[in-house]
């Protein structure tokens, strides 16, 4: 069970789907504020990217 854990946390990982956990995690802080729909963090994520590639292949 514990392998079944960790590749889900790879997998979540490697494709950035914890991402949007780590956001409302730290979100919590800021309850002044409603946190961003989980299309509207991902949109935001694909545009910084985008303006910033950095390293990748694509």
Do not use: K, N, Q
């Amino acid at each position: 069970m514990r392998v079944l854990g960790f590749l889900r946390w790879y997998v979540r990982e490697l494709t950035g789907g914890g991402a949007y956990d780590r956001y409302l995690a730290a979100h919590r802080s800021h309850p002044h504020t409603p946190p961003l729909s989980r299309r509207e963090f991902e949109r935001r994520r694909s545009d910084l990217l985008d303006a910033s590639p950095g390293i990748r292949c694509c």
